[in-house]
């Protein structure tokens, strides 16, 4: 597969006698703002670690180009390991199913079950010893995740991405022949900086959550009453590890997703600002939204299909364990402790805020979109700095951008900033009547 990181050393070899910027501070105060440091440091702090984690986590090599190269054993190594954070995931899977555990609220026993009545017959209900439905708690969920982290591992495998490379480069060549207030060279390193925070604080946060739960409940473990204790320990162990690999993946694709949507969103305001400026031609700039355009495909057909599954799967267990906690708990599960109801709470907010990140960078790329459709009807109405344009110039940019298709797709389904608050009004109000209405 081609390294993603040979367009930035084409880029790069163009300029030579600037040194390599160490922190993005020195870059910004150069005399000149020095795109080719900016850019060797997006290269060296942003895309070459998002790679590295793409490899870590089996979506895409493990071990790169550079890699395969000099060592003839390297593709049997990718390939093996795929096959084991593959089975890693189904293993966790399997154990969650087992050990009656739940994402949304750990484990969820029934409160009369004991030792001895675990079934020691494999034809026995699932349904004796764990609460719920299983085809709901476990098996719709798992289906969904892996299904996004098989899409995901073909989409970067089978195709050539070098979209984000690509992208940060245009934002940022833009940026240099733009003079917005709105923009430094700061801002979307920054931004990557403060996602990658949030990503680990959410997974530590997670991990945390999971500890509680595990640790302060007695383990059983379905259909394998003769175990050791030790070695059910073990398989819970093992468990949490698995369960803690499937929520960094499901963070690695939701905030590859986010960054996509910020540097579109970033570089549509960008040709906003120049067309007003008046610092670009309107040929160039048709071509540079044309070419906008196909990036915003690249969302909505390529990476859009991976992170539908994820919000279904996060909403899902975020409204059940809000509706837990709001009723009480659960009168057939097993006995809680206010630790137990701190955790499940935590864990709601953190499903909850996993859905909203996403949909909120939808929200300001969608407003975004409409804003360069609507630039149009500007230069039309008001032409100033275009006065030597022909007449059928300024007809056609109007023509193009009234005529864009540009919106954000989930499920080939536009969503729009209406269509947000619509559902968020839903929810809040069914939230109410359903507690207004239960006992």
Same mark, same amino acid.
């Given at each position: 597969?081609?390294?993603?990181?040979?367009?930035?050393?084409?880029?790069?070899?163009?300029?030579?006698?600037?040194?390599?910027?160490?922190?993005?501070?020195?870059?910004?105060?150069?005399?000149?703002?020095?795109?080719?440091?900016?850019?060797?440091?997006?290269?060296?702090?942003?895309?070459?670690?998002?790679?590295?984690?793409?490899?870590?986590?089996?979506?895409?090599?493990?071990?790169?180009?550079?890699?395969?190269?000099?060592?003839?054993?390297?593709?049997?190594?990718?390939?093996?390991?795929?096959?084991?954070?593959?089975?890693?995931?189904?293993?966790?899977?399997?154990?969650?199913?087992?050990?009656?555990?739940?994402?949304?609220?750990?484990?969820?026993?029934?409160?009369?079950?004991?030792?001895?009545?675990?079934?020691?017959?494999?034809?026995?209900?699932?349904?004796?010893?764990?609460?719920?439905?299983?085809?709901?708690?476990?098996?719709?969920?798992?289906?969904?995740?892996?299904?996004?982290?098989?899409?995901?591992?073909?989409?970067?495998?089978?195709?050539?991405?070098?979209?984000?490379?690509?992208?940060?480069?245009?934002?940022?060549?833009?940026?240099?022949?733009?003079?917005?207030?709105?923009?430094?060279?700061?801002?979307?390193?920054?931004?990557?900086?403060?996602?990658?925070?949030?990503?680990?604080?959410?997974?530590?946060?997670?991990?945390?959550?999971?500890?509680?739960?595990?640790?302060?409940?007695?383990?059983?473990?379905?259909?394998?009453?003769?175990?050791?204790?030790?070695?059910?320990?073990? &398989?819970?162990? #093992?468990?949490?590890? !698995?369960?803690?690999?499937?929520? $960094?993946? %499901?963070?690695?694709?939701?905030? =590859?997703? /986010?960054?996509?949507?910020?540097?579109?969103?970033?570089?549509?305001?960008?040709?906003?600002?120049?067309?007003?400026?008046?610092?670009?031609?309107?040929?160039?700039?048709?071509?540079?939204?044309?070419?906008?355009?196909?990036?915003?495909?690249?969302?909505?057909?390529?990476?859009?299909?991976?992170?539908?599954?994820?919000?279904?799967?996060?909403?899902?267990?975020?409204?059940?364990?809000?509706?837990?906690?709001?009723?009480?708990?659960?009168?057939?599960?097993?006995?809680?402790?206010?630790?137990?109801?701190?955790?499940?709470? &935590?864990?709601? #907010?953190?499903?909850? !805020?996993?859905?909203?990140?996403? $949909?909120? %960078?939808?929200?300001?790329?969608? =407003?975004? /979109?409409?804003?360069?459709?609507?630039?149009?009807?500007?230069?039309?109405?008001?032409?100033?700095?275009?006065?030597?344009?022909?007449?059928?110039?300024?007809?056609?940019?109007?023509?193009?951008?009234?005529?864009?298709?540009?919106?954000?797709?989930?499920?080939?389904?536009?969503?729009?900033?209406?269509?947000?608050?619509?559902?968020?009004?839903?929810?809040?109000?069914?939230?109410?009547?359903?507690?207004?209405?239960?006992?």
């Amino acid at each position: 597969m081609p390294n993603p990181l040979v367009n930035w050393s084409k880029t790069l070899s163009m300029v030579n006698g600037i040194s390599k910027m160490r922190n993005i501070h020195e870059v910004t105060e150069e005399g000149s703002r020095s795109i080719s440091g900016v850019l060797s440091y997006c290269k060296e702090r942003i895309v070459y670690p998002y790679l590295r984690l793409l490899g870590i986590m089996g979506l895409k090599p493990f071990l790169m180009q550079s890699t395969t190269d000099t060592c003839k054993f390297a593709p049997v190594i990718n390939r093996i390991y795929i096959v084991f954070v593959t089975m890693m995931l189904i293993v966790g899977y399997f154990l969650q199913y087992f050990t009656c555990f739940r994402r949304d609220r750990g484990f969820a026993f029934k409160n009369d079950t004991e030792e001895s009545t675990v079934p020691r017959d494999p034809s026995v209900s699932w349904n004796r010893i764990c609460n719920g439905n299983s085809v709901y708690i476990h098996i719709l969920p798992n289906i969904l995740h892996l299904s996004s982290f098989l899409y995901m591992v073909f989409l970067y495998r089978l195709h050539d991405d070098e979209q984000l490379p690509n992208l940060i480069e245009r934002v940022f060549l833009q940026a240099a022949q733009t003079r917005a207030n709105f923009f430094t060279q700061r801002k979307p390193v920054r931004t990557f900086q403060f996602l990658v925070i949030l990503s680990i604080t959410w997974i530590v946060l997670s991990c945390a959550c999971q500890l509680v739960q595990v640790t302060t409940h007695k383990t059983m473990i379905n259909y394998l009453p003769h175990l050791t204790l030790d070695a059910k320990h073990c &398989l819970v162990v #093992l468990m949490t590890i !698995s369960n803690s690999w499937q929520d $960094v993946i %499901q963070v690695t694709v939701i905030v =590859s997703y /986010c960054i996509h949507c910020y540097l579109l969103s970033t570089y549509l305001n960008l040709i906003h600002a120049r067309v007003q400026q008046h610092s670009i031609t309107l040929p160039d700039a048709i071509k540079e939204i044309g070419e906008l355009s196909n990036l915003l495909k690249y969302l909505n057909n390529d990476l859009a299909p991976g992170l539908g599954p994820l919000l279904v799967l996060d909403s899902s267990l975020a409204i059940s364990g809000l509706l837990f906690l709001f009723n009480g708990g659960n009168p057939l599960q097993m006995r809680m402790y206010i630790w137990d109801y701190i955790s499940v709470g &935590l864990t709601s #907010l953190l499903w909850f !805020s996993l859905f909203i990140l996403p $949909v909120s %960078q939808i929200a300001k790329l969608t =407003s975004s /979109c409409k804003r360069i459709q609507e630039i149009g009807h500007l230069v039309r109405l008001r032409p100033f700095g275009y006065q030597d344009t022909l007449q059928d110039d300024l007809d056609s940019f109007l023509l193009f951008v009234t005529s864009l298709q540009m919106e954000v797709n989930i499920f080939r389904i536009p969503i729009s900033t209406p269509i947000l608050s619509f559902i968020v009004i839903i929810f809040i109000f069914g939230l109410s009547t359903w507690g207004l209405v239960s006992d």
